[in-house]
């Protein structure tokens, strides 16, 4: 899984460098045709009108853009802009009406210009960003039916993971502005609070299981020094401010007057907003049912057709996708039974199912050097991977990706076993892969490599540099995420190391399809919860009955898809368009198909809807079969 901040609700996600600039040429150069011959231009250029409508074109793609970045801090922080780091994001009703009302105006603008007059490029970003607009403006009439605090991430853990992952202190400034970010803690959670409130009056409540854990996520906020009697260890925040500002170069009676000035905020702004939203949360627990699905929201089948086209960038619909799912499932449990017929296994595939989740060899222990033993095998499976890079890939990127394990604050109720975290575009911070190391019996030995490979390299982390390294695009494609497209990219990026002989044996090929058999029950059970009206139970049963899962793993799966409707879904449905369209290119292009040069043109455009995928892959086709006529 890849967190990406995106818009107004930056915080609510906190559920991309060619190796040169010639080769980004390149790679965008392959998607133009010959300039057009206007009426009143002359051979060989374009008409001044031409050059007037591009060039207005590009100035408003950028102007679009940074009008709607300034309006959220946090996604800035994830930019690596410091301008608004002293701000949250608003999360009023009236500033989200506010943002609606702009982004109709900026469609506006852009359905002002004349695509006839335009580039091949900037017709395809004019497409794009249009798409983006409208998208956003389907969303704001959905805003209420996505969950701003859940058991496992939303605005209540965005606050600390903010701070601590993206708040740098390297002047007295950045000090003054955290100490800001506290105090500005009691106003946000106000905001959340009327937000949480406004969805119970409409009926909009999450399933029960998600007001308590999101208080004791929000517990362990301010458990610790300043909010308790002395003999404690410092609480997450304390730590943090505490630790960067250490390495502040500054005199000590200036520190300790920065040092009471977070004690302060924490404990007259932090801690008291931490325990209203307490409060909040435990009477919406006492009103919560036990489960539901999107069906059971007011207008909820709509509202889940809405999201499986935001997620999928398709038009399938749930029958069509849970269908496909039955489908994948019943194919990759058969190439599961042929592997362990082949390795000598006595036995069915559900005995082989409990015999991985049983052996106790495939697991690192619980404890801290198991823990660093996973990691450092997770460091070591990556950076085998990039010596092979260039056998598969013309372009490689060169920002780094550091492996750190999930903060304890979080750890229980994170999302999944691991998950990726983009970079700063300009570098100063590296791409992340966080692994979650709270219970190691999640995370089997065979398993590493898949996980690696998807959140690492080839996958996330690839994926995304490269885009934020495309210096011939507007910013706002290198800033875009399209989940089908970045979730597909990553299981593709499971597959991709198998064609080349990098699982090492047979147990982690099988984890290989495991994985992607979990992701097509996904497509199964999302679809079953949120369409069909299944019930929490009948899921958990699916998910352990069709895959090498034990409960405790298909409950929290279960609980990850109720509360993120369709999002499940856009792993499988990315990748098997980027493998219809390889096999398409390999069947047209023969002796022609080049692996290298179809992966840079799928990653050579940034993230992008999976139909304006398949044109750009048609396109690049088109282009090769006329140059070797």
């Given at each position: 899984?890849?967190?990406?901040?995106?818009?107004?609700?930056?915080?609510?996600?906190?559920?991309?460098?060619?190796?040169?600039?010639?080769?980004?040429?390149?790679?965008?150069?392959?998607?133009?045709?010959?300039?057009?011959?206007?009426?009143?231009?002359?051979?060989?250029?374009?008409?001044?009108?031409?050059?007037?409508?591009?060039?207005?074109?590009?100035?408003?793609?950028?102007?679009?853009?940074?009008?709607?970045?300034?309006?959220?801090?946090?996604?800035?922080?994830?930019?690596?802009?410091?301008?608004?780091?002293?701000?949250?994001?608003?999360?009023?009703?009236?500033?989200?009406?506010?943002?609606?009302?702009?982004?109709?105006?900026?469609?506006?603008?852009?359905?002002?210009?004349?695509?006839?007059?335009?580039?091949?490029?900037?017709?395809?970003?004019?497409?794009?960003?249009?798409?983006?607009?409208?998208?956003?403006?389907?969303?704001?009439?959905?805003?209420?039916?996505?969950?701003?605090?859940?058991?496992?991430?939303?605005?209540?853990?965005?606050?600390?993971?903010?701070?601590?992952?993206?708040?740098?202190?390297?002047?007295?400034?950045?000090?003054?502005?955290?100490?800001?970010?506290?105090?500005?803690?009691?106003?946000?959670?106000?905001?959340?609070?009327?937000?949480?409130?406004?969805?119970?009056?409409?009926?909009?409540?999450?399933?029960?299981?998600?007001?308590?854990?999101?208080?004791?996520?929000?517990?362990?906020?301010?458990?610790?020094?300043?909010?308790?009697?002395?003999?404690?260890?410092?609480?997450?925040?304390?730590?943090?401010?505490?630790?960067?500002?250490?390495?502040?170069?500054?005199?000590?009676?200036?520190?300790?007057?920065?040092q009471s000035g977070v004690q302060q905020?924490?404990?007259?702004?932090?801690?008291?907003?931490?325990?209203?939203?307490?409060?909040?949360?435990?009477?919406?627990?006492?009103?919560?049912?036990?489960?539901?699905?999107?069906?059971?929201?007011?207008?909820?089948?709509?509202?889940?057709?809405?999201?499986?086209?935001?997620?999928?960038?398709?038009e399938l619909d749930a029958v069509a996708?849970?269908?496909?799912?039955?489908?994948?499932?019943?194919?990759?449990?058969?190439?599961?039974?042929?592997?362990?017929?082949?390795?000598?296994?006595?036995?069915?595939?559900?005995?082989?199912?409990?015999?991985?989740?049983?052996?106790?060899?495939?697991?690192?222990?619980?404890?801290?050097?198991?823990?660093?033993?996973?990691?450092?095998?997770?460091?070591?499976?990556?950076?085998?991977?990039?010596?092979?890079?260039?056998?598969?890939?013309?372009?490689?990127?060169?920002?780094?990706?550091?492996?750190?394990?999930?903060?304890?604050?979080?750890?229980?109720?994170?999302?999944?076993?691991?998950?990726?975290?983009?970079?700063?575009?300009?570098?100063?911070?590296?791409?992340?892969?966080?692994?979650?190391?709270?219970?190691?019996?999640?995370?089997?030995?065979?398993?590493?490599?898949?996980?690696?490979?998807?959140?690492?390299?080839?996958?996330?982390?690839?994926?995304?540099?490269?885009?934020?390294?495309?210096?011939?695009?507007?910013?706002?494609?290198?800033?875009?995420?399209?989940?089908?497209?970045?979730?597909?990219?990553?299981?593709?990026?499971?597959?991709?190391?198998?064609?080349?002989?990098?699982?090492?044996?047979?147990?982690?090929?099988?984890?290989?399809?495991?994985?992607?058999?979990?992701?097509?029950?996904?497509?199964?059970?999302?679809?079953?919860?949120?369409?069909?009206?299944?019930?929490?139970?009948?899921?958990?049963?699916?998910?352990?009955?069709?895959?090498?899962?034990?409960?405790?793993?298909?409950?929290?799966?279960?609980?990850r898809y109720l509360v993120l409707p369709?999002?499940?879904?856009?792993?499988?449905?990315?990748?098997?368009?980027?493998?219809?369209?390889?096999?398409?290119?390999?069947?047209?292009?023969?002796?022609?198909?080049?692996?290298?040069?179809?992966?840079?043109?799928?990653?050579?455009?940034?993230?992008?809807?999976?139909?304006?995928?398949?044109?750009?892959?048609?396109?690049?086709?088109?282009?090769?079969?006329?140059?070797?006529?």
């Open positions: 899984m890849i967190r990406f901040a995106k818009n107004s609700t930056a915080l609510l996600s906190l559920t991309f460098m060619l190796s040169s600039a010639c080769a980004t040429e390149l790679l965008v150069a392959k998607f133009e045709h010959p300039p057009k011959i206007l009426p009143g231009s002359h051979a060989g250029g374009e008409s001044v009108l031409n050059v007037q409508e591009n060039a207005r074109a590009a100035a408003l793609f950028e102007s679009t853009y940074q009008a709607r970045l300034a309006r959220s801090p946090i996604e800035q922080a994830f930019e690596g802009i410091r301008d608004q780091q002293d701000s949250w994001d608003n999360y009023s009703d009236a500033f989200q009406r506010e943002s609606n009302r702009l982004d109709k105006a900026h469609l506006k603008n852009l359905q002002g210009l004349s695509p006839e007059l335009l580039s091949d490029a900037n017709q395809l970003n004019l497409r794009l960003y249009q798409q983006q607009l409208e998208g956003a403006l389907e969303e704001f009439k959905w805003r209420y039916h996505r969950y701003p605090v859940s058991h496992m991430t939303g605005i209540h853990t965005g606050v600390a993971t903010v701070l601590i992952r993206l708040h740098r202190i390297e002047t007295v400034d950045d000090a003054n502005d955290y100490i800001k970010r506290l105090q500005g803690v009691t106003e946000l959670f106000d905001q959340l609070i009327d937000g949480l409130q406004v969805r119970a009056a409409m009926g909009i409540l999450a399933p029960k299981f998600v007001y308590q854990q999101a208080v004791e996520n929000s517990q362990r906020i301010i458990t610790g020094q300043p909010f308790a009697d002395s003999g404690l260890a410092d609480s997450p925040l304390m730590a943090d401010f505490s630790r960067k500002l250490g390495e502040l170069d500054i005199a000590e009676p200036q520190k300790q007057w920065l905020a924490l404990l007259e702004s932090v801690g008291p907003a931490y325990l209203k939203l307490i409060g909040v949360l435990n009477d919406l627990h006492s009103r919560a049912e036990e489960e539901g699905g999107a069906w059971t929201l007011p207008q909820g089948k709509d509202f889940y057709r809405h999201a499986l086209r935001q997620t999928t960038t398709t996708i849970h269908h496909l799912g039955l489908t994948e499932v019943e194919r990759i449990q058969g190439e599961m039974r042929a592997i362990i017929e082949q390795a000598g296994y006595q036995g069915g595939l559900s005995d082989f199912f409990a015999y991985m989740q049983s052996e106790p060899t495939f697991l690192f222990p619980q404890t801290e050097e198991g823990k660093q033993a996973y990691i450092n095998e997770a460091e070591r499976v990556i950076n085998e991977m990039k010596a092979r890079l260039p056998e598969v890939f013309g372009v490689i990127p060169t920002v780094d990706i550091v492996v750190k394990p999930v903060e304890s604050f979080r750890e229980k109720a994170s999302i999944g076993s691991a998950y990726y975290q983009p970079g700063a575009p300009d570098g100063s911070r590296p791409g992340i892969f966080y692994i979650n190391t709270y219970d190691m019996s999640a995370m089997p030995k065979y398993a590493l490599p898949t996980v690696a490979y998807h959140e690492g390299i080839p996958g996330h982390h690839m994926q995304v540099t490269i885009a934020q390294g495309l210096g011939n695009v507007p910013q706002f494609r290198r800033a875009a995420s399209y989940a089908a497209y970045a979730e597909g990219w990553g299981l593709y990026s499971e597959l991709l190391p198998k064609e080349m002989g990098l699982y090492a044996d047979f147990y982690t090929d099988f984890g290989r399809l495991s994985a992607e058999l979990w992701r097509a029950c996904r497509l199964v059970v999302d679809t079953a919860l949120h369409d069909q009206g299944w019930n929490r139970q009948r899921a958990i049963n699916y998910l352990m009955d069709n895959s090498p899962t034990d409960r405790e793993k298909a409950i929290k799966a279960v609980d369709s999002q499940a879904t856009a792993y499988k449905i990315g990748m098997l368009k980027i493998q219809v369209l390889r096999e398409q290119a390999k069947n047209e292009l023969g002796d022609q198909f080049n692996i290298r040069e179809f992966h840079d043109v799928v990653l050579g455009n940034g993230a992008l809807p999976l139909n304006i995928l398949e044109e750009i892959v048609n396109r690049w086709i088109g282009q090769r079969l006329v140059a070797v006529e």
